[in-house]
């Protein structure tokens, strides 16, 4: 499984971005799909993720900003970003599960996009 995750830029304060996360065989209704993001000198966190059957779960903080979607016509899972803030600034990864629950830890994900930046300037 291959994952690409695309849509980062440089965005200021409040403004909104949109990622994509592409993979390489369709897995979006077998799989648990996550968002995670790693700012400069801080571990991998957790963002947002969806369960196979399409439940969210989304970290404290981001919370009523962010939106984790996909499109199993496209093999796509979305992050929708809203209100960006300067924290928010970060390397954005998208992640994949199978066969075991999602959860907020990095390391019990599978497959891992390359990542894409993404700064919010304040």
């Known amino acids: 499984v291959q994952l690409q995750a695309s849509g980062g830029g440089l965005v200021q304060a409040g403004a909104s971005l949109r990622l994509s996360c592409a993979a390489s065989?369709?897995?979006?209704?077998?799989?648990?799909m996550a968002w995670f993001r790693q700012a400069p000198g801080k571990e991998r966190e957790f963002v947002a993720y969806?369960?196979?059957?399409?439940?969210?779960n989304y970290k404290e903080s981001v919370k009523g900003r962010f939106t984790i979607s996909r499109d199993n016509a496209k093999d796509l899972v979305y992050l929708q970003m809203n209100n960006l803030r300067p924290e928010d600034t970060a390397v954005y990864y998208c992640?994949?599960?199978?066969?075991?629950?999602?959860?907020?830890?990095?390391?019990?994900?599978?497959?891992w996009g390359q990542g894409t930046l993404v700064t919010v300037s304040s």
């Open positions: 992640a994949a599960v199978k066969g075991r629950p999602p959860t907020e830890k990095y390391a019990d994900w599978q497959y």
């Open positions: 969806l369960t196979w059957s399409g439940s969210p």
């Open positions: 065989v369709r897995l979006f209704t077998t799989h648990g």
